[in-house]
């Protein structure tokens, strides 16, 4: 079996000698235990925080350990009555071929009801977040603009769905690119899409959206913030999900500098992780199930082979070569 280890911690953007795979033996389940041979894992812009040895909401990757993170995967071997060998289960000892999972560190899932990766995508912590940022944090009400950056992305292409089920009456996405500025509109939804590697984005968002916005789901953080909130209008909810444009920063990132507009404008802006809103995911599940099976939710996903390209996969989604979810398919 194998697995990828961190190896050393990334100064600015991590590169392939960061990580190391590594051969281990398989292990045999104990009472109580499953094994599982990982069918797909999950590479997250979440990990790279966990790549610092930094005081974070969750605990730095170990160096020379496997790295952690989503999977969903069939049990080969089980030493608990209840969990039948066959069964698909979602976990969070990713970014390995098979994992020793002990009694509680998983969650059976029905690959009849929806194909095992949906669970890492929209029917999982990524459509969910998307859901608890557009209802908790900065909720959707009738009528409103909502603007989503990073749309092309796992959380955004949902996001910009989610808000139009929930209510919006506009819908304008930021995504890198004409490609995924063009998928925006055509398969995402998006009434309006801003490619922000054109510049100038707070013109461009005043263009797409010239009434201002009501909403804003913030992926990315630094301009596009700076941007919404000079669009923001009275009330307007602005939803802190992520700031990928700093993640792999060295040094002081740029602010948004016109922070005071919220004062006046009554804006509210509330950061969020998802992990504590785990109460509100029965509720996301059975509408997103809904709304998958009504074909009103589309789940774009970008698929890459084999665990000796999961590191590839991970650099390359930071760089924003996925459309959808990126993820890591392993043969079976
Ligand atoms: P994505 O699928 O959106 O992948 C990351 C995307 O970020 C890339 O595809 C790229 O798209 C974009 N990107 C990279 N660099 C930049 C940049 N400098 N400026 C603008 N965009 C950039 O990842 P996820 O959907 O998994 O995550 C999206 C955000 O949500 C992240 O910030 C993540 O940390 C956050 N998140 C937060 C959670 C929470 O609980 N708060 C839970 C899950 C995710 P492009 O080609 O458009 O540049």
């Not at 104990?30 to 969750?58: F, H, K």
């Not at 700076?226 to 920063?249: K, M, P, V």
Request: net charge negative.
């Amino acid at each position: 079996s194998r697995e990828v280890h961190l190896v050393a911690r990334p100064s600015g953007e991590p590169v392939p000698a960061d990580f190391a795979l590594v051969e281990t033996a398989l292990p045999d389940p104990g009472p109580g235990q499953v094994l599982v041979r990982n069918d797909w894992i999950s590479v997250d812009p979440y990990m790279r925080g966990r790549m610092n040895d930094a005081e974070s909401y969750v605990a730095p990757y170990r160096l020379d350990e496997a790295m952690e993170g989503g999977a969903v995967g069939t049990v080969i071997a089980s030493g608990d009555d209840a969990v039948p060998v066959g069964a698909s289960v979602l976990h969070s000892l990713g970014w390995r071929d098979h994992a020793l999972l002990p009694a509680g560190a998983f969650r059976v899932v029905d690959t009849a009801a929806a194909p095992a990766q949906a669970y890492l995508n929209a029917l999982g912590m990524i459509g969910f977040t998307a859901y608890v940022g557009l209802t908790e944090i900065a909720p959707v009400r009738e009528g409103d603009v909502v603007f989503v950056s990073g749309a092309a992305g796992a959380v955004g292409s949902l996001a910009g769905q989610i808000a139009r089920r929930l209510g919006a009456s506009r819908v304008v996405g930021s995504a890198g690119g004409p490609e995924k500025k063009r998928r925006l509109v055509e398969e995402f939804g998006y009434d309006a899409a801003i490619d922000y590697r054109e510049g100038r984005l707070e013109e461009q968002l005043a263009l797409a959206a010239p009434d201002g916005i009501d909403v804003y789901f913030d992926n990315v953080g630094g301009d596009h913030l700076r941007a919404a909130i000079a669009a923001a209008r009275t009330h307007g909810r602005i939803a802190l999900c992520g700031a990928i444009s700093q993640y792999n920063a060295t040094g002081p990132v740029p602010g948004p500098d016109n922070l005071f507009l919220a004062v006046g404008r009554r804006l509210s802006l509330r950061g969020f992780i998802v992990g504590d809103h785990a109460p509100l995911m029965g509720e996301y599940a059975r509408r997103a199930a809904g709304w998958l099976a009504e074909g009103d939710l589309r789940a774009e996903e970008t698929v890459v082979e084999g665990i000796d390209n999961a590191v590839t996969a991970f650099l390359d989604m930071m760089r924003g070569a996925n459309t959808g979810k990126m993820l890591v398919r392993l043969p079976g």
